[in-house]
C-alpha cells in the first residue's frame, strides 16, 4: 500500500467468516489509535501493473492456457460476475486445478474470468496490449453460488448484542464490527468480514474516495521508502504482497463488482520495515445491501490467499481506511492499486480511519483470530485457534 496514502498506521483487512454468538462485548478500554499520513505525495501515480480484458468471459484453465503462452509474465487472471470478484495468481504457490477445486468447494461455483494482469514500469512501451483470441473458446458463466452455500458462508456476526452496544450514528460510514483470521495452512489466508448496522453505512463515504481494508506486518528493517531496502526486502515477512489468490463478495452475493474491488499491491514509498495484505474497493458506495445477518445491513466478506515469506511471524495491525481516487479519475487507463490513494486532495472528512487493530497491542500472526467491535472504541478481543479454525 502506498505510504502516501493517507490511512492510518493500523493496516488492513481481510475475510472472515464466523459463527453465530462467537463473541460477546469486549469493555470499553480505548479507541483502536490510528497514525495518518506516511510520507509525501506523489506529483503522478506510479503505472506498475495493466489490466487486458478478454472478448468474453471464460474458464480458469482456458484463460490461462490461452494466455500464458503469449504472456508468461502475467500476475493474475481476475474473475468477476454479479457474485463474486477476485483473482488467482500464477504466483500464489497453487495450481490452478488446486484453486479451482478450492473455489469450488468453498463457494459451490467456478470463477468467471474477464481479464488478465500484467506488470509493467513507466519505461515500458505502453501501447495497447492485445488479448489473446478467445473466439473459438466457449464463452463460460458461472453457475448461480447455491442457496446452501449462501446459508453456510453468511452466519455472520452475533446478533444478540444489545442496541446499546451499537455505535451507529447518523452520517457515519465505519463499520460498526470487523472480524478478521490471519492463519497458516501452507499459504498464509487474511479473512475480513464487515458489518454495518444502518443509520451507519458504506453509502456515507464521499464519492472522491474509496475504501480500502488490511492488516500491516512489521519487521526491523527500518523505516526507508521503498524500494531503497535491504535485498529481498519483499520477502522478510511472514507473507508475501504479490502473488495472492483472493476474491470478494457479499453474504447474500449481490453486485459486489459494482464496488470495483481491487488488490493493492503497489507498494512505492510504503517503509521497508512494513508489509500490507490490502484489498481495496474503488466505489465503496455500491457495497450491496445484505439481509441474512440481522440487525447489520451491509456485510462485506474478503478472503486473501498469500505466498508464505521467509519469517516466521511478525508483529501486525489492522485498518480499514477511506483513500482518495483523484487521480484514477484524471489518469482512467491506470489500474486501481496504481491511483488510488496517491493524492491527499479529496473532500473534508472526519473519521478516515477506522482501526481494528493498533499495533501499540503488540499482536503478532498468523494463527491470530480476533473482533473489533463498537467502530474500534472497544479493545478487540481475541479468540484462538482451534483444529477447525477460528470461529
Known amino acids: 500500500m502506498m505510504n502516501l496514502k493517507h490511512h492510518a498506521r493500523t493496516g488492513a483487512l481481510a475475510l472472515v467468516i464466523v459463527g453465530a454468538g462467537a463473541f460477546m462485548p469486549s ?15 506523489s506529483a503522478t501515480p506510479t503505472r506498475t501493473q495493466i489490466e487486458v480484458r478478454y472478448e468474453h468471459p471464460i474458464r480458469l484453465d482456458d484463460a490461462i492456457a490461452a494466455t500464458a503462452p503469449l504472456y508468461p509474465e502475467a500476475l493474475a487472471y481476475r474473475f468477476e460476475n454479479s457474485q463474486v470478484v477476485g483473482e488467482y495468481s500464477p504466483q500464489s504457490g497453487t495450481s490452478p486445478a488446486e484453486f479451482m477445486e ?7 461455483t467456478q470463477p468467471e474470468v474477464v481479464a488478465f494482469v500484467l506488470p509493467v514500469d513507466e519505461q515500458d512501451d505502453l501501447s495497447p496490449v492485445v488479448a489473446p483470441d478467445v473466439s473459438d473458446i466457449p464463452v463460460f458463466r458461472a453457475p448461480p453460488i447455491p442457496e446452501a452455500t449462501s446459508d453456510r458462508l453468511s452466519r455472520g456476526a452475533d446478533t444478540q448484542i444489545a442496541d446499546a452496544n451499537r455505535m451507529s450514528s447518523t452520517s457515519d460510514w465505519r463499520p460498526d464490527l470487523v472480524q478478521t483470521r490471519v492463519e497458516d495452512y501452507g499459504s498464509v489466508f487474511f479473512e475480513y468480514a464487515l458489518f454495518w448496522d444502518s443509520p451507519t453505512s458504506p453509502g456515507y463515504i464521499p464519492l472522491d474516495y474509496g475504501m480500502e481494508v488490511g492488516v500491516d506486518l512489521y519487521n526491523n528493517a527500518g523505516t526507508n521508502l521503498r524500494p531503497a531496502c535491504p ?15 483472493w476474491f470478494a463478495f457479499n453474504e447474500t452475493f449481490g453486485a459486489v463488482a459494482s464496488a470495483q474491488p481491487y488488490a493493492d499491491y503497489n507498494d512505492l ?3 521497508c520495515n512494513r508489509n500490507s495484505i490490502q484489498v481495496g474497493f474503488a466505489s465503496p458506495q455500491a457495497i450491496p445491501l445484505s439481509y441474512n445477518n440481522a440487525p447489520y445491513d451491509w456485510v462485506l466478506f474478503i ?23 483523484n487521480w484514477c479519475t484524471s489518469y482512467p487507463s491506470y489500474s486501481w492499486t496504481d ?14 480511519n477506522r482501526g481494528f487493530l ?4 503488540g499482536w503478532t500472526a498468523p494463527n491470530k483470530c480476533w473482533t473489533s467491535d463498537q467502530k ?3 479493545a478487540p478481543v481475541l479468540t484462538l485457534p482451534t483444529a477447525t479454525g477460528c470461529f
Open 27 to 41: 469493555p470499553a478500554l480505548g479507541d483502536e489509535p490510528n497514525s495518518e499520513g506516511r510520507g509525501s505525495e
Open 102 to 108: 478450492s473455489f469450488d468447494s468453498r463457494m459451490g
Open 231 to 245: 535485498p529481498g526486502y519483499k520477502d522478510a515477512f511472514f507473507a508475501k504482497n504479490y502473488g495472492w489468490n
Open 269 to 271: 514509498l510504503d517503509e
Open 303 to 325: 478472503s486473501v490467499q498469500a505466498p508464505k515469506g521467509n519469517m516466521s511471524s511478525n508483529p501486525i495491525s489492522g485498518n480499514v481506511a477511506l483513500v482518495t481516487k
Open 339 to 352: 491511483c488510488m490513494g496517491v493524492s491527499s486532495s479529496g473532500s473534508p472528512i472526519v473519521n478516515q
Open 358 to 361: 493498533a499495533s501499540s497491542r
Open 376 to 378: 474500534g472504541t472497544v
